[in-house]
Nanobody, 124 residues
Framework: QLQLVESGGGLVQPGGSLRLSCAAS????????IGWFRQAPGKEREAVSC????????NYAGSVKGRFTISRDNAKKTVYLQMNSLKPEDTAVYYC?????????????????WGQGTQVTVSS
C-alpha cells in the first residue's frame, strides 16, 4: 500500500531555513510525480511545488519561487523540500502526496496517498 510520511517541520525564525522530507513506503517511487502542499489555519490547501517522477521537471507556486527547492532521491524513496528565506506567511501544515504519472497534475484532487503533514511555524 502506498504510504507517504512527512518530517522536518518545526519552529524557525523569519529568514531561516528548513528541509522537509517525504518518505515513501509500500511502492516504487519511480512511477510517481510528488507534490508538496500546505494549509494555513483558516485557509484552503494550496500547491507549493511538484516534481516529476524522474526529477527532471519541477514547478513552484509564485509565492515560493526562488526560495524553495524540491528534489528527490528515488533510491532512498524520499522527496525533499528545501525552504530558505522563510517568512511568517509560510506558516502552515505541509503535506506531500503522489500523482500516479510521470508528470505533475495541475489538479490537487488527482493526488493521493496524502501524508499526515508536518507543521512549519515561522515566527520570531
Amino acid at each position: 500500500q502506498l504510504q507517504l510520511v512527512e518530517s522536518g517541520g518545526g519552529l524557525v525564525q523569519p529568514g531561516g531555513s528548513l528541509r522537509l522530507s517525504c518518505a515513501a513506503s509500500g511502492f516504487t517511487l519511480d512511477y510517481y510525480a510528488i507534490g508538496w502542499f500546505r494549509q494555513a489555519p483558516g485557509k484552503e490547501r494550496e500547491a507549493v511545488s511538484c516534481i516529476s517522477s524522474r526529477g527532471g521537471i519541477t514547478n513552484y507556486a509564485g509565492s515560493v519561487k526562488g526560495r524553495f527547492t524540491i528534489s528527490r532521491d528515488n533510491a532512498k524513496k524520499t522527496v525533499y523540500l528545501q525552504m530558505n528565506s522563510l517568512k511568517p506567511e509560510d506558516t502552515a501544515v505541509y503535506y506531500c502526496a503522489a500523482y500516479p504519472g510521470s508528470y505533475c497534475s495541475d489538479y490537487m484532487a488527482n493526488f493521493r496517498s496524502w501524508g499526515q503533514g508536518t507543521q512549519v511555524t515561522v515566527s520570531s
